[in-house]
Nanobody, 121 residues
């Protein structure tokens, strides 16, 4: 059984930073796209950042490029998202996912339950 468990969400003010972490187990994601996604109330789920694990090649949504960094630690089986210069528009539920169809694709086989990020102005 595949497990993906997010942690690290919370509330920060504009300009603050948060680090999200996703612990994974039960599947070898080495030859797979993995990533972080978010969904705000009333909006569709969108890709924030994905990484092709074998090459450590990262892809970012235009709205977060330069502010967020995705990283996969294969020894710890974690997928992290470092978020800096947070803006109120970043407020959403954040999900990690694996076995994704392509870079920045929201079609993924495995999903976590999500962690809330709230940025206040």
């Amino acid at each position: 059984q595949v497990h993906m468990v997010e942690s690290g969400g919370g509330s920060v003010q504009t300009g603050g930073s948060l680090r999200l972490s996703c612990a994974t187990a039960g599947y070898n994601f080495r030859y797979s796209h993995m990533g972080w996604f978010r969904q705000a109330p009333g909006r569709q789920r969108e890709a924030v950042a994905t990484i092709y694990v074998a090459y450590s090649r990262a892809y970012y949504a235009a709205s977060v490029k330069g502010r967020f960094t995705i990283a996969r630690d294969n020894t710890k089986n974690t997928l992290d998202l470092q978020m800096t210069s947070l803006e109120p528009e970043d407020t959403a539920m954040y999900f990690c996912a694996g076995g994704c169809q392509d870079a920045l694709s929201t079609t993924c086989n495995y999903w976590g339950q999500g962690t809330q990020v709230t940025v206040s102005s």
